[in-house]
């Protein structure tokens, strides 16, 4: 089981970086070839779309995970009947989106980019599902593959819109070829490779499970919808577009690199959690442990080296986007919290505990809806990030709280595995910030991370790559 972890997660970090950096060139280019309103327009969009498609899933898909990872050999049933209460519920979301946005008086252009971005999560959430069997039976290649060409045809096309005609609604367009490509590509290998069918099929013994398991689920899944969208949402209709625009660059960095590491590593330990909590509860302690560890000595170097690099990192990749430094740096304090959240949340849902989990989720989608109605007015896009910060923070120390009464780490633990790692991440800044006038960014940070991971293996804070033979 270990070796399959390790196995899959590399499979699935190795196609979110290629994924990720691909994307970021491409976000890179379309944020300097459109001016922050027409950026800000498409991103509302798809925050807007993003927001109701919380009616599709319902928690679906973290039970499917769940329940296919426990039962293999129903995989294909359960499967089969979370289509059939997926197809009314991605209709319901998608009209009631349409409705809303005829409502609220937003002007015909923004109205077809909603149109396209409902059609585009109308189908991820599906395309969701069926890899969701492929990640309950640890084969993450093929997810691993498919991530890399939706990528590429996203790159492809968006800038061939560009090119040709510099309208958003064809960037959006875009980004629906890509997802109809997934759909079929997984449907497809649903029926090669697993032979599986995937018609809807209502089983009322299957149905009344789900929907015993599903509320804790659906719950935590509507609120990261409303937690993840509200901020975007409530910059265009309080502020601007173009605020909406400022604010997307340090969340699209932030949010690109969360998906990279941290959400890479969930799709491996959530099976892998549920599997070893019927189990063996030491190997799920031990591999709870190791996640919170490889998280940290990746997550604080991280931070301390964007806040180092920060200015010059604007004037490089987005020179007439200098005034969001400071919500930039505000947005990249979080990403430690950020990184943990998923190891505690995980755990959380594997470990039967998802009523816990979601009530963490409610208090801060809450808090993140009163602070940035109360912030944004007054600070604009400013007030959305320092929002963001606040609310990471305290959704860690929730979780951290819950999950003490499943797999207990003492302070003395986290104070050791922090303190190495701030060590070794102290001496990669001043290393960093005594080359940064003389060097350019793309020599200084491969030399900050080789001198990191050097001090770092000094201090003995490299111990967690070295495998223990856990008993039973």
């Known amino acids: 089981m270990t070796a399959s972890l390790t196995k899959n997660t590399t499979y699935i970090t190795g196609a979110l970086t290629i994924q990720k950096a691909l994307s970021f060139i491409y976000f890179w280019f379309i944020s300097n070839s459109l001016l922050p309103g027409q950026l800000g327009q498409y991103v509302f969009a798809l925050s807007f779309a993003a927001l109701f498609s919380m009616f599709m899933d319902i928690g679906l898909s973290p039970v499917l995970t769940r329940e296919a990872s426990r039962e293999p050999e129903q995989a294909n049933r359960y499967l089969r009947n979370v289509i059939a209460l997926k197809l009314p519920l991605g209709a319901f979301s998608v009209l009631l989106a349409w409705l809303f946005i005829h409502l609220t008086g937003k002007p015909p252009e923004v109205r077809t980019l909603i149109y396209l971005a409902s059609c585009i999560t109308f189908l991820d959430s599906f395309s969701l599902s069926f890899w969701v069997v492929f990640r309950s039976r640890r084969m993450l290649g093929y997810e691993s593959i498919a991530t890399i060409l939706v990528q590429i045809i996203i790159f492809v096309l968006g800038l061939t819109a560009l090119r040709v005609s510099g309208e958003v609604q064809y960037l959006m367009a875009a980004l629906l070829a890509a997802s109809v490509f997934n759909f079929v590509f997984v449907s497809t290998l649903l029926a ?281």
């Not at 609120?223 to 997307?248: H, Q, R, T």
């Not at 293996?457 to 856990?470: D, E, N, S, T, W």
């Open 192 to 472: 090669t490779k697993l032979h599986m069918n995937i018609l809807p099929k209502f089983d009322r013994q299957v149905v009344d499970k789900f929907l015993r398991l599903i509320p804790a689920f659906a719950i935590a899944g509507v609120l990261l919808k409303i937690y993840n969208s509200v901020d975007s949402v409530l910059l265009s209709y309080l502020v601007s577009d173009e605020a909406v625009g400022y604010f997307a660059i340090p969340a699209k960095v932030v949010s690109s690199l969360q998906q990279v590491i941290p959400g890479a590593f969930a799709a491996v330990i959530f099976p892998a959690f549920s599997f070893y909590h019927g189990t063996s509860v030491a190997q799920l302690a031990h591999t709870f442990r190791k996640a919170i560890e490889y998280l940290l000595v990746i997550s604080i170097p991280l931070t301390a080296g964007i806040l180092t690099l920060l200015p010059e990192i604007i004037a490089t990749v987005w020179p007439t986007y200098k005034p969001i430094i400071p919500n930039f740096a505000i947005m990249t304090l979080a990403i430690p919290f950020i990184f943990l959240a998923f190891p505690t949340g995980y755990l959380l849902n594997a470990t039967d505990r998802q009523v816990q989990n979601t009530w963490n989720r409610a208090i801060i989608t809450a808090l993140a809806v009163i602070l940035n109605l109360a912030l944004i007015p007054k600070f604009s896009y400013v007030g959305a990030g320092i929002t963001f910060l606040i609310t990471n923070v305290v959704l860690l120390f929730l979780d951290i709280w819950r999950t003490h009464q499943v797999i207990q780490i003492t302070l003395k633990e986290w104070l050791s595995i922090i303190g190495r790692i701030a060590l070794a991440a102290v001496g990669m800044v001043i290393l960093i910030a005594g080359m940064k006038t003389i060097l350019p960014i793309f020599i200084i940070i491969p030399a900050g991370a080789v001198v990191y991971f050097g001090l770092l293996h000094l201090f003995g804070g490299l111990a967690f790559l070295y495998p223990k033979q856990v008993a039973n």
